[in-house]
């Protein structure tokens, strides 16, 4: 029933395509590439003899601009621009060179080519050279200066693509336009680690206050960066205070940061008086890849006024601390949602197995983008993908002005392990705009997830994936993305036997944290990730990385809870089956099947050595049934399963409200009344739950004198006749009542149903 439940609507599934692909994973696409190096001996147009040049590349209505250098007759740019042949609308390219003026540019000189003299390059041939060029003037005469160019046909396989202006796009490349926001990059998310720190006791404190001199209330603030953590409050009657308490920090390479602690007295209500404090620098910190005894070390505290973070002084008294701290690299520190998790890695390098495979996407295009702003009064996108997979992301250059960009780049990634998930985003780039209400921030499109292990080794998957996002609205397409993607294994025994493995590093179960610790440390994590690939050249915004990461995964959604019960019902839709074919067969609704039952029953008591075997093969027979309805490609978003295509629309108005809300307080009270309501039914089921265990427990609890004492006699008779009667008999009849033909049923429930339904709970012992 529930299984069936989840075909969706065609238009948010997937769809298989047959591009044409060259080498790799990607279609071939050729470009015009024009290097500008440099220009010499450039005639001055300004009556002060100073000259303030920029090149301009044109292309029929494309055009690219270098930027402008002040007095200077010998400029070097070096700088590369592409044009998308497929878009070419001449067959003339102008390189111009211009002065900077304020009211208008002046013109300096042009260099001219024909497209049908250029060269073609295919890689791995060498660069092609620069060469220098005479400017001519608007009459085609020879002139004074010279430019050094390079002018050539590739792919996008050339060098020179990744760092290059591109003009593949119905738009103008120009000095308006920041090019270290357009340009595609790789990058790596910072190497994290756990620390831990077991803070044991403080000695020979120092208190200031009158008040507390006999009965002290003291704690320890941990500080890393922005993480701040506090252990119990131990009240003490003299100078030295015992915690033995960890607390957990997530820090990243390299270790710039201290670890502050800070010895506090609560003196009054939400007052605290500084007792001393301690630096520790990251970098000095012991590491460790298992769980071996850390050495422990004494640390004195400096002074409430000083902040210095250098070694204190050696005074010959000073308040000190006794801490073991270090840095956990056996931990994989989660910096995503547990269940789309791209690496499952410890942190230390030397414990580190090698690859299992290969993986390769290839980003092809986008279709039908839903326009994201608008320019020249008309809707547009100005697009580009990121992919994550493990510590490594990767982003496509952003085509700019288009609802079907083609970006036609691929990537690689060692697979570790196949239980991992590449997620592949798409985002309209908000760096190329005026400041707006959107305050430069990237907006989401879309993204995509592909499970490594749904794949088949080594066959290439070509789809296109809807982009489904949910707005406060409902469940929108906002476009498709093309992919290609190949799972290469290098080593199939290795890949078997990962399945055998933990899945995760063998200190999760050695020294397991807590769930509010590793949800605590995935915050952190994240923002840590977020702040390092924010100030990267182009930067991945923070907005990016919680989109990709699933960072508000764990927010309350009406939505999500309907869904995951549904699952739930779905995961025991099999048992229920099971149970309502075995009432037809106890109600002999079909006779031949009953009989079947009977017979297989008997023989499975008569010879019990068959039963598992029977078993097993039976599983076997499943599977090699079902095989020929495997998916024939990787799972995608449901929207029926997410129950996104059902929601009401005020409870997506309460996904989308922030965190404390905003909303009126009509409206709080509402949604919280509908919230309790939904308690109230999950509080019955729990507590008809607990009510029958209650019930197994009253048996032999004397909460009820005479249950009791029939159950004991029915135990003693039970045991006399399971020892008199054989084992093998008893079954038979047993099975045999249970299957008996409906002649000899009444529909009145059984003495043992009774039995146990009039047991005490303990609900009446409730308020």
């Not at 290097?35 to 147009?45: C, G, I, T």
């Not at 900077?100 to 073609?120: A, M, N, S, Y």
């Amino acid at each position: 029933m529930f299984a069936n439940s989840y075909t969706q609507s065609s238009s948010f599934g997937l769809r298989e395509t047959n591009p044409i692909l060259g080498v790799g994973l990607v279609e071939q696409m050729q470009f015009l590439f024009v290097r500008v190096v440099k220009a010499n001996d450039l005639p001055s147009k300004d009556l002060t003899g100073s000259l303030d040049p920029y090149v301009e590349v044109k292309l029929g209505n494309y055009k690219g601009v270098t930027k402008h250098l002040e007095k200077n007759q010998s400029p070097e740019w070096n700088t590369v621009f592409t044009f998308s042949k497929d878009r070419m609308q001449s067959s003339l390219l102008e390189v111009l060179v211009k002065d900077k003026h304020i009211l208008k540019d002046e013109f300096v000189g042009v260099v001219r080519f024909d497209l049908h003299e250029i060269p073609t390059r295919v890689p791995p041939d060498s660069p092609l050279a620069p060469q220098w060029y005479r400017l001519e003037n608007k009459k085609g005469e020879k002139g004074k200066g010279e430019l050094m160019l390079a002018v050539w046909i590739g792919t996008q396989a050339d060098e020179a693509f990744s760092d290059a202006w591109h003009s593949d796009e119905a738009t103008s490349v120009d000095s308006s336009t920041p090019s270290n926001h357009i340009r595609s990059k790789v990058y790596h998310s910072p190497r994290l680690w756990y620390v831990r720190v077991n803070v044991i006791e403080a000695q020979d404190l120092v208190f200031l206050s009158e008040k507390n001199r006999g009965l002290s209330n003291v704690h320890i603030k941990a500080q890393i960066g922005n993480q701040v953590l506090k252990t119990k409050s131990m009240q003490s009657q003299n100078t030295n205070v015992l915690w033995n308490e960890d607390l957990m920090f997530v820090a990243s390479e390299p270790f710039d940061d201290h670890l502050i602690l800070t010895v506090e007295d609560r003196v009054g209500p939400n007052k605290d008086e500084i007792l001393g404090r301690t630096f520790i620098p990251l970098a000095t910190v012991e590491r460790r890849a298992d769980d071996r005894i850390v050495h422990s070390r004494w640390f004195n505290l400096q002074t409430p006024s000083s902040s210095d973070i250098e070694e204190p002084k050696k005074d010959k008294f000073s308040s000190r601390i006794h801490l073991r701290v270090c840095l956990d690299g056996g931990y994989h520190v989660l910096d995503e949602s547990t269940h789309y998790s791209s690496d499952l890695r410890p942190t230390a390098k030397q414990l580190w197995k090698p690859p299992i495979g290969i993986l390769e996407l290839g980003i092809l295009n986008a279709d039908a983008l839903t326009a994201m702003k608008t320019r020249h009064n008309r809707g547009t996108s100005d697009t580009y993908c990121v992919a994550k997979y493990g510590q490594k992301w990767v982003r496509t250059r952003t085509i700019t002005d288009s609802l079907n960009p083609k970006y036609n780049e691929q990537y690689t990634w060692e697979v570790f392990d196949p239980a991992t998930v590449l997620t592949v985003g798409v985002f309209d780039n908000g760096q190329i705009t005026d400041k707006g209400s959107n305050g430069n921030r990237d907006t989401k499109i879309g993204k995509v997830r592909i499970r490594i292990s749904t794949l088949e080794t080594g066959r290439v998957y070509t789809h296109s994936y809807p982009l489904l996002v949910l707005h406060p609205s409902g469940v929108k397409t906002m476009g498709e993305l093309h992919l290609a993607i190949r799972f290469s294994c290098t080593s199939m025994p290795n890949m078997m036997l990962l399945y055998s493995k933990p899945l995760l590093p063998k200190m999760h179960y050695k020294m397991p944290l807590t769930m509010v610790q590793l949800d605590m440390l995935r915050h952190q994590a994240v923002a840590i990730v977020a702040a390092r690939l924010s100030r990267a050249e182009p930067p991945l915004g923070k907005e990016v990385v919680e989109y990709m990461t699933d960072a508000d995964s764990h927010l309350w959604s009406m939505r999500r809870s309907k869904a995951n019960f549904f699952r739930l019902m779905s995961v025991f839709n099999g048992v229920f089956a099971v149970g309502k074919w075995f009432k037809e067969v106890c109600a002999w609704t079909n006779p031949i099947t009953t009989v079947l039952v009977h017979v297989l029953f008997l023989m499975l008591i008569f010879f019990p050595e068959l039963i598992l075997p029977t078993l097993f093969m039976y599983n076997f027979l499943i599977g090699l049934w079902n095989y020929r309805y495997r998916p024939k490609y990787p799972p995608h978003m449901n929207t029926r399963l997410s129950c996104a295509d059902s929601v009401h629309s005020d409870e997506l108005d309460e996904e989308f409200d922030t965190f404390p809300t905003s909303k009126s307080s009509d409206l709080v009270r509402m949604r919280y009344d509908r919230l309790r309501s939904v308690a109230g039914r999950i509080q019955t089921v729990v507590g008809d739950v607990a009510s029958q265990g209650e019930r197994i427990q009253a048996l032999q609890s004397w909460r009820d004198p005479r249950a009791t004492v029939i159950f004991m006699l029915f135990c003693v008779v039970a045991s006399a006749v399971l020892y008199a009667v054989p084992l093998r008999l008893l079954i038979v009849t047993g099975g045999l009542y249970v299957m008996r033909h409906p002649k000899f049923r009444h529909k009145l429930p059984p003495a043992p149903l009774n039995f146990f339904r009039r047991l005490p709970a303990r609900t009446d012992s409730m308020l």
